[in-house]
């Protein structure tokens, strides 16, 4: 996953930015790299957002939830055209956690595109809404904190102790989490930072004085879903007969 700094934000109201026209160019890009379908070419404005892409895949059995097939994106705002193309075949071949997607799993597929928004720099690591934001988190490895004279058991996240430890480290660990995942796990602020931490790749103990030296940015989203039938649909409305 490639987490870089923004470098020019985009900011929006509405959650219409997102559209299924995005989806549609995701699963069309996988689609024709799978088989050899010729692509459609994208109609939507090539404007510029950074942005993720997901595949998950859904449930045989009523009422379960689809199961993450894949996720990756990009923090540097992308044209939209190539960078959805090129971060569905990423996410969909080359997300460590998972196989690559083969074209048997097609039929069972359902792709989301998150275009994101709104990013803000957070006063503190609690300094966010659930539901609302993403959040990105960078901090220096805890593996090389300075031994700190204060208890972390008096810390707080909003302490104001005239000693913060300094960090030399040139390691910096990140990590994110977009806007729909903390609510689906149910997590309250402090264990998504911690969860977070987690999957920035830091094991050891967990304390007040590393969650404070959390920098966290929070964003929001504008996403839309599609799944196979409607790609299958939308193939056949722009003159493909053969799917």
């Not at 928004?117 to 960078?138: M, P, Q, R, V």
């Not at 304390?207 to 939308?234: A, G, M, N, P």
Request: net charge negative; with cysteine.
């Amino acid at each position: 996953m490639s987490l870089l700094a923004v470098a020019g934000e985009t900011t929006i109201e509405d959650d219409s930015t997102c559209t299924k026209a995005h989806c549609f160019h995701a699963f069309d890009a996988l689609y024709c790299a799978l088989t050899d379908s010729m692509p459609i070419p994208p109609v939507f404005p090539d404007e510029k957002f950074p942005l993720f892409v997901t595949w998950n895949t859904r449930s045989s059995r009523p009422g379960r939830a689809p199961r993450l097939r894949g996720c990756i994106g990009n923090f540097e705002p992308l044209s939209l055209q190539d960078g959805i193309a090129e971060y569905a075949l990423i996410s969909a071949f080359k997300d460590s956690r998972f196989s690559r997607i083969e074209e048997k799993e097609l039929p069972f597929l359902e792709c989301c595109v998150s275009l994101l928004t709104n990013f803000e720099d957070a006063s503190s690591y609690l300094d966010w809404t659930i539901g609302t934001h993403g959040i990105y988190i960078s901090f220096p490895d805890p593996v090389l904190y300075p031994t700190s004279r204060s208890s972390s058991s008096a810390s707080t996240p909003f302490s104001s102790s005239s000693f913060l430890p300094r960090f030399t480290s040139r390691r910096t660990l990140t990590a994110t989490y977009l806007p729909d995942v903390i609510p689906a796990q149910g997590w309250d602020k402090i264990e998504a930072v911690e969860s977070a931490m987690r999957k920035a790749g830091w094991a050891g103990p967990i304390s007040e004085d590393t969650r404070r030296s959390v920098k966290l940015r929070r964003y929001q989203s504008s996403k839309c879903t599609v799944d196979w039938d409607d790609f299958v649909q939308w193939r056949r409305d722009n003159g493909d007969d053969t799917i």
